[in-house]
């Protein structure tokens, strides 16, 4: 009798937790999301072929109408489905499906306030948010701090850049998601007292690969970023409210009912799942109609290279007709115009590109009053008025696209101005270039004349710091797997110069070869490139490498992972109509021998760019072999390109 009861007991307990621990898992079944509750806080869990990759993790929020992270209930849960195709230009895949099971778990907090959680997971991805209702008469709160929180298995090492501290570098313009990375670094290790932007990837052991990140974020919501490794776990954090010198809330003002940005993972046995997610854009819709058919394409520069004093009439019509030479479609006029040229003969400057098929980007100041950033044409942008105004200049000037720079935050305030000049730019036909940027979260699909962020230690500093330069395999080879891989990439680079300046005849040495910058046209992706060809490299630069050049696309119908490791090398395939691209860069000291894996270029003849071991970059025709593989070499600092 006895013995009976006892069982009885762990029956009715076995019941209750199973009634509290709900399960979802992906259409194939290899990736499984655990919710329950412990000891009053929701946590989840993640497993992946059942390895784990997350550990029991916190979830929860606090706002200012109550804790939503502790002695909480269980409500109710609810299960379903989503199956949604859409096409996007912009991004590494033009046709996408997103399949995904979903499960919604409602929870209660000591005052009976609900909220609840949404998961939505498809073979590869997890995606989650807060969906917060209406709480009796209450339609409006502000979410405070997260308790969201990422706990790895110990085995775990990370993949991360350092968030920037507020109010520092440049004119006091930071945080811009300029930092370097650590890699493969024991997670207790990772302790940067801002914490680490989004995304971060983080490789389980043997069990596989996760990368972290958000999307979503708007103008109703801050953007957030990893904390420091505390407590065994990663959490959510807010911005630093010293952000914007100080000024505007680090939280989130949000109208009720309200949903939080999405919370994402992807995670793969491989990499192959990291380079080719989609889940930044399968989860946002556009926010408006596109107020004209917005075109693509390349475009030079000549700030990169030649720097302020090329800011004047004749070097930019020099720069117009290096791209008519390269027959690429746009120019990028970059600061001080309005100062040197002046709004006058701009708009004679701006009719010669257009003689030459040639469109113009214009270069803009952000600020404004929330740093020191002191480069014109300033206090354009960060008002409606002032904004509009110009605007309505650009549109008459025939200007095709605006590149605005030093937005220093991730604060609310700040999502609503860039969500500003982005809507106020598709009313007078402009696309938007931002640098000086935050990470664009979802924005290749939300704003239809959005095209690409910077938020990368960009080509810009190759030419202004030898450690960069001495690091720019290694950072080439980490963006594929992880900044490029969540949203595209604006990184200004392909130099041909041997010398990171006008005279190309010394000063700042180039350490990689030709063949690695051809490649990082392809492996970096941007639906805008600004490239840092110069009009001397028409001449100087190997033929080949300007006639790739000439001929290199910047939008993508697929995109495939083919080989590599995160800071050691990286190769990627990707398709534009008919046409295969394959690159490749090495970051390591040793000569490194590859075979490819290329069953879409099976049998077929490519042409080969590459490097022999002297560092000097060759063009030959290479045999894919009938069963797709390819034996292929790339030098240390090197780099390949195949084309078919
Ligand atoms: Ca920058």
Redesign the pocket.
């Known amino acids: 009798m006895r013995t009976l009861l006892t069982m009885c007991c762990v029956l009715i307990s076995s019941a209750l937790f199973s009634q509290n621990e709900m399960t979802v898992s992906s259409p194939d079944g290899n990736l499984k999301v655990t919710v329950a509750l412990a000891s009053g806080q929701p946590v989840y869990a993640v497993t992946y072929h059942d390895k784990p990759m997350l550990e029991n993790s916190p979830l929860g929020l606090t706002t200012n109408e109550g804790d939503f992270s502790t002695n909480m209930s269980f409500v109710d849960s609810t299960t379903g489905e989503v199956d949604k195709t859409y096409t996007q230009a912009k991004i590494k895949h033009s046709f996408i499906q997103y399949k995904a099971n979903t499960l919604k778990c409602t929870f209660s907090n000591a005052d009976k306030k609900q909220i609840s959680v949404l998961f939505q997971v498809s073979d590869n991805d997890i995606a989650f948010c807060y969906e917060l209702p209406t709480w009796g008469e209450t339609l409006a709160c502000v979410v405070e701090k997260e308790a969201t929180g990422y706990r790895f298995p110990s085995i775990t090492t990370a993949f991360l850049s350092g968030m920037m501290e507020p109010m520092a570098g440049f004119a006091r313009t930071s945080p811009?998601y300029?930092n370097g990375y650590v890699a493969d670094e024991p997670m207790e290790k990772t302790t940067s007292p801002e914490g680490y932007v989004f995304p971060g990837l983080f490789r389980v052991g043997d069990n596989g690969w996760v990368l972290l990140s958000e999307t979503g974020v708007r103008s109703l919501y801050c953007g957030s970023h990893l904390s420091k490794f505390t407590d065994g776990l990663y959490t959510v954090e807010y911005p630093n409210p010293k952000q914007n010198n100080g000024f505007g809330s680090n939280g989130a003002q949000l109208g009720l009912p309200g949903v939080t940005p999405w919370r994402t993972l992807t995670i793969g046995a491989t990499l192959e799942p990291v380079v080719e997610t989609t889940i930044p854009w399968d989860v946002v819709d556009p926010l408006y109609e596109p107020s004209q058919d917005y075109k693509f394409g390349r475009s030079t520069w000549s700030w990169i290279v030649w720097q302020d004093p090329s800011m004047n009439y004749q070097d930019q019509v020099t720069y117009i007709d290096l791209a008519a030479a390269m027959s690429y479609e746009y120019i990028l006029i970059d600061a001080w115009w309005d100062k040197n040229i002046g709004y006058e003969k701009m708009e004679a400057l701006i009719r010669y590109a257009e003689s030459k098929g040639v469109g113009v980007f214009l270069w803009y100041n952000s600020n404004g009053s929330f740093n020191d950033a002191f480069p014109t044409p300033l206090h354009k942008m960060n008002t409606s008025i002032a904004r509009k105004h110009e605007m309505k200049w650009l549109r008459k000037a025939g200007v095709t696209g605006l590149k605005v720079?030093f937005l220093g935050g991730d604060k609310q305030e700040t999502m609503r101005l860039y969500e500003d000049i982005l809507s106020d730019a598709n009313d007078y036909g402009l696309m938007v270039i931002f640098?000086?940027?935050t990470l664009p979260r979802g924005w290749a699909r939300m704003y239809p004349n959005f095209v690409g962020n910077?938020a990368v230690l960009?080509s810009?500093?190759l030419v202004f710091m030898q450690h960069v330069r001495n690091q720019e395999a290694f950072f080439a080879a980490l963006h594929p797997f992880i900044r490029n891989a969540v949203a595209t990439m604006e990184f200004g680079g392909v130099f041909l110069n041997k010398f990171l300046n006008k005279g190309n005849k010394d000063g700042q040495k180039r350490l990689t070869t030709d063949a690695f910058q051809l490649a990082t046209g392809i492996l970096f992706q941007n639906p805008v490139q600004m490239f840092a060809l110069t009009p001397n490299n028409l001449t100087d630069a190997p033929i080949f490498a300007i006639d790739f050049m000439k001929n290199i696309p910047t939008t993508w119908d697929e995109t495939r992972f083919v080989d590599g490791y995160p800071g050691k090398y990286a190769v990627v395939a990707r398709r534009n109509g008919q046409q295969w691209f394959v690159a490749g860069v090495n970051a390591e000291k040793e000569a490194k021998k590859l075979k490819l894996q290329l069953p879409m270029l099976a049998g077929q003849i490519v042409a080969m760019y590459n490097d022999n071991k002297n560092k000097a970059s060759f063009m030959k025709d290479a045999k894919i072999s009938e069963n797709g593989t390819l034996d292929i070499t790339i030098q240390p600092n090197g780099g390949f390109v195949l084309v078919k």
Do not use: C, I, K, R
């Open positions: 811009s300029e720079d640098h000086g940027a910077e960009a810009e500093m």
